[in-house]
Nanobody, 123 residues
């Protein structure tokens, strides 16, 4: 059982930056693939970035590629999302997710989810 708590959300202007954190407890995250998802009002939840449990291999969705960076610190049991060059369309609730099955994780069916942190980008 993994409990995850996101933080770092807030408001930013277009072109600004925010860094999200996802602190996990209950189990070590080193055995899990992890990801960030987001959901804007009236839209479906979408995967933003994911990172493998071994090797820290990262994958990004096209809308955030080149602007966002996912990373993990297994010693701190924490997942991060550095968001640069923010755009109004990045406005959403951001969730971290963990699963030992990468396929299930990226399909949005992860076993463990945080409660979310709101990101609002104004122009």
């Amino acid at each position: 059982q993994v409990q995850q708590v996101e933080s770092g959300g807030g408001s930013a202007q277009t072109g600004g930056s925010l860094r999200l954190s996802c602190a996990a407890s209950g189990d070590t995250i080193s055995r899990y693939s992890m990801a960030w998802f987001r959901q804007a009002p009236g839209k479906a939840r979408e995967g933003v970035a994911r990172i493998s449990s071994v090797g820290g291999i990262a994958y990004y969705s096209d809308p955030v590629k080149g602007r966002f960076t996912i990373s993990r610190d297994n010693t701190k049991n924490t997942l991060y999302l550095q968001m640069n060059s923010l755009k109004p369309e990045d406005t959403a609730m951001y969730y971290c997710a963990a699963d030992d099955n990468p396929g299930r994780l990226w399909r949005g069916l992860a076993r463990y989810w945080g409660q979310g942190t709101q990101v609002t980008v104004t122009s």
